[in-house]
């Protein structure tokens, strides 16, 4: 088993003793800015035998202006032991069109080719994370359209007095499976749960689910994390850290795993403006970080928290960027794939178009806008939203997974699963097909007519938060306790408040992915494999799609169903009327209020009218 040693000259990381940060970012030149190639010298059970002992190289890439560069490693093996991999800064070829790879296109006349379905057929996958949002759509994908799949593991915990059989059978009774309990009810018992805690050692899996899991399982998908983005550095690290480092001991034992793919996200990277299909060197040694959480009290790390995370905004970036360099040190021979989403929403198409089950990110906001909760925010209209549909991602992990199985490379792949290069739709269109779909299709119980405006003026939208939100919110729970009711509406501005802190930082800054090695995976399938694992992101009506968006959410997180739509578009018709009607109030109030104050402003006003009666006299006479 062979392990990556860390280019000095290019992580500069700390020392097991003590914690030190790497050195301050180079000037802009390609040569000097500082990144890690995922080159590693592999082997797997399924081309290479035990006695394959060769040395190898490959190249890294970036591509972009300042702050971007490239480094190359070059890996080596000892032909006896395989010994560890050291890496060594070369240039990035000119051929290389900034891929990791080479990538062949396919061609009909390919009888080596073999198609997703079939790779899946007789093999088991390994799920963790299974039960959250993306994994759920990986879960219901693989059933559906790799139906000769073996078996579907999934790392499920148990909660709340709840085994999990009995929450892997709520899992399976959920909307998005409906189809399947349809036309194939026998698809389902391929999945099977797995106790266990990614927070615990081992996993929290007893010892023969690990036998078992060693036994069957050739391909992982690990999409187990805590995404909230102010949670605490302690737990942040414990699940998406140390949980990433359970897992790939556990994938060591694996007798024959062929591809494990580690969903990360675009933003781990955020303290650089263009991002590519690269590891990037951390600023801290990640086993320095959580040595720090075992032995470093809670509060006092609560205190160090800003000055770890540096540049990034919150602990979740933070701790993702140091899960991948510690996946790139310990994943050694490991057949390993990064798959880094932007921004995930809802549905494209798959199983059904707009289907999302949480409040996280541009849904919630969307949501409070709707309700007529959400008017301002601060946010660069400008700057390109990228987001991408829940199934894109999904379709791009499994043929990422079949990628790294059927074509074996020295290379760690990764990628940047985004919409910004090929596909960008800016937050003012976002917004704007947003407020169209969310008049045309109201939810049933609107406070008041939906509107909305981006600014980039601080002092101004603050300004709007407390007459817009605040103040309307006080007056409603305000006449609620008068009636008698409990009141809400103060504390659901309070949670948008908190979304729109996280979100504000995504909102008034802007990327550029780099997704070469998507683009390029896309031409090496099949065009049959293209229509049935679509992840070409080009093919996304923004109008359409963001209709679709606000339709899903208001069936499958408000519970309305589309029959109650008329009494809901009547409902806000009289809501914009009751709107225009404040406005005009509010306009005159104004007025009256400056008049009574300034005789001059009155004396204008006066003499206007009179100028204007006259001019009416006039009128039948012209």
């Given amino acids: 088993m062979s392990h990556v040693a860390a280019n000095k000259t290019e992580t500069e990381a700390a020392p097991n003793s003590s914690l030190k940060q790497s050195a301050a970012p180079q000037p802009a030149n390609s040569h000097d800015a500082k990144l890690l190639n995922g080159t590693l010298a592999r ?22 202006g300042s702050g971007s560069g490239s480094v190359g490693a070059t890996s080596s093996a000892s032909s006896s032991s395989a010994a560890a991999v050291a890496s060594t800064a070369l240039p990035l070829p000119p051929s290389s069109n900034g891929l990791q790879m080479p990538y062949e296109r396919f061609r009909a ?17 390994f799920i963790t994370g299974g039960t959250g949002f993306m994994g759920k759509v990986l879960v219901e994908k693989l059933l559906r359209s790799c139906p000769d799949i073996r078996n579907i593991y999934l790392l499920i915990r148990p909660k709340r007095g709840q085994e999990v059989s009995a929450r892997l059978t709520e899992l399976l009774n959920a909307p998005l499976f409906e189809s399947l309990r349809q036309e194939k009810p026998k698809e389902l018992s391929k999945v099977i749960p797995i106790s266990g805690d990614i927070t615990s050692e081992e996993l929290g899996i007893s010892e023969k689910d690990q036998n078992l899991l060693c036994r069957n399982v050739s391909v992982v998908f690990h999409s187990a994390a805590t995404v909230k983005f102010d949670e605490k550095l302690k737990l942040s690290v414990t699940i998406n850290m140390l949980g990433t480092k359970r897992l790939v001991e556990l994938c060591h034992r694996m007798l024959s795993l062929d591809a494990l793919i580690h969903v990360s996200t675009a933003y781990c990277n955020c303290d650089r403006t263009d991002v590519s299909e690269v590891i990037y060197a951390p600023p801290y040694n990640p086993d320095d970080i959580i040595s720090l959480i075992n032995w470093l009290p809670e509060d006092i ?36 794939a990064i798959v880094r989403p932007s921004i995930v929403t809802a549905s494209l198409n798959e199983p059904f178009a707009g289907w999302v089950d949480n409040f996280n990110g541009p849904t919630g906001l969307v949501s409070a806008l709707a309700k007529g909760m959400f008017r301002t925010m601060m946010c660069e209209k400008n700057y ?29 792949l990764i990628y940047n699963c985004c919409t910004g290069q090929r596909n960008p739709i800016i937050w003012s269109e976002f917004v704007k097909h947003a407020m169209t779909s969310v008049r045309k299709h109201p939810l049933e119980g609107c406070l008041w007519y939906p509107t909305g405006d981006l600014r980039m003026n601080r002092p101004m939208n603050t300004l709007n938060c407390i007459a817009k939100h605040f103040l309307p919110a006080y007056i409603l729970d305000g006449v609620a306790r008068i009636m008698g009711k409990k009141p809400f509406v103060v504390n659901v501005q309070n949670k948008i408040a908190k979304a729109v802190e996280c979100l504000e930082y995504f909102a008034t800054r802007q990327w550029r992915f780099k997704d070469d090695n ?26 359409k799609y963001v209709e679709r968006y606000v339709l899903g959410f208001r069936e499958f997180l408000f519970k309305q169903r589309p029959e109650s739509l008329p009494a809901s578009r009547k409902r806000m018709l009289r809501l914009y009327y009751l709107h225009q009607l404040t406005k005009l109030v509010a306009v005159l109030l104004t007025w009256r209020f400056l008049m009574s104050r300034s005789k001059r402003l009155n004396d204008l006003w006066s003499s206007f009218l009179e100028n204007a009666l006259k001019m009416a006299r006039l009128i039948p006479f012209l």
Wanted: glycine letters at 6%; charged letters at 20%; proline letters at 5%.
């Fill in 43 to 64: 082997t797997n059970g399924l081309t290479h035998a035990a006695s394959v002992a060769t040395s190898s190289s490959g190249y890294g890439s970036a591509s972009g």
């Fill in 301 to 336: 790390l609560d205190q160090l928290t800003p000055r770890l995370i540096g540049k990034r905004p919150n602990t979740y970036t933070f701790t993702k960027a140091l899960a991948e360099h510690m996946l790139l040190k310990e994943a050694g021979n490991l057949p390993v």
């Fill in 384 to 412: 390109v939203a990228d987001m991408v549909p829940v199934d894109i991602v999904i379709n791009l992990m499994i043929a990422a997974a079949w990628r790294t199985a059927t074509r074996k490379s020295n290379n760690l």
């Fill in 518 to 543: 998507v683009h390029a995976l896309l031409h090496t399938l099949s065009p049959k494999d293209r229509e049935i694992f679509v992840f070409d992101v080009r093919h996304i009506n923004w109008d």
């Fill in 109 to 125: 006349d390919d009888t080596s080719y073999v198609p997703i379905g079939q790779f899946y057929a007789g093999r088991s996958v």
